[in-house]
């Protein structure tokens, strides 16, 4: 009888085993940054308002948007742009989220936390 196969069989079962109790892995999304990714003309296209227009927004709103930054959540600026092109195009949740790579429903939620 040959140990060698009936240890290593074992021991590759234990391992699927194990590999079933581990968590799965989720992906993250990396997010775009429409801020500064586009110039001034175009950034003023996209969202009506220039950038030093969405800064003074952010200051006066910012400290009431989530930023725990785990998990990747989306930081305020992105939540504030996403709200503002929601308002300036009256673009589908959806395309708005692929825009900064962000599921619909979390332009639904951000767009109500925002707008509120």
């Known amino acids: 009888m040959d140990t060698t196969s009936s240890s290593s069989a074992s021991s590759d079962e234990e391992l699927d085993r194990i590999m079933e109790l581990l ?7 990396s997010r ?4 500064n990714l586009f110039d001034n003309r175009e950034f003023k296209e996209r969202y009506r308002f220039s950038k030093q227009t969405v800064n003074q927004l952010l200051y006066i709103i910012g400290e009431n948007l989530i930023n725990a930054q785990k998990n990747n959540e989306v930081t305020p600026i992105n939540q504030l742009l996403i709200t503002l092109r929601y308002y300036a195009t009256g673009s589908f949740q959806q395309v708005l989220g ?3 790579n962000v599921h ?3 332009v639904c939620r951000i767009v109500h936390r925002v707008g509120h």
């Open 23 to 29: 968590p799965e892995i989720q992906q993250v999304r």
């Open 104 to 106: 619909k429903s979390t």
């Open 98 to 100: 692929d825009h900064i």
């Open 32 to 35: 775009r940054d429409p801020f």
